[in-house]
């Protein structure tokens, strides 16, 4: 939730939200379990495969890493 008189509080789930759902080509799923399955998989890609240009076309995982590395 964003804070009063702050509206980009909330611009960056919003924003991986809708690749989300763009990505994802939102359907119907069997049931619960295929459907929380199909999501861990999406957000596991998300994080360690797929390149954002944001993030100078590292992956979250790898950018993290770079920012706090090991001691």
């Known amino acids: 939730m964003s804070r009063p008189d702050n509206c980009y ?3 960056f789930m919003e924003s991986c ?7 994802m ?3 119907e799923y069997e049931d ?3 459907a ?3 999501v861990r998989g999406y957000v596991t890609y998300y994080n360690f495969e797929r390149k954002h240009s944001r ?3 590292l ?3 790898t950018f993290e ?3 706090n590395p090991p001691e």
């Open 59 to 61: 992956t979250p995982a």
């Open 32 to 34: 619960m379990t295929t």
């Open 65 to 67: 890493s770079h920012l």
């Open 9 to 11: 509080d909330n611009a």
């Open 17 to 23: 939200l809708g690749t989300i759902k763009t990505e």
């Open 55 to 57: 993030l100078g076309y």
């Open 36 to 38: 929380l399955n199909e």
């Open 25 to 27: 080509e939102m359907t």
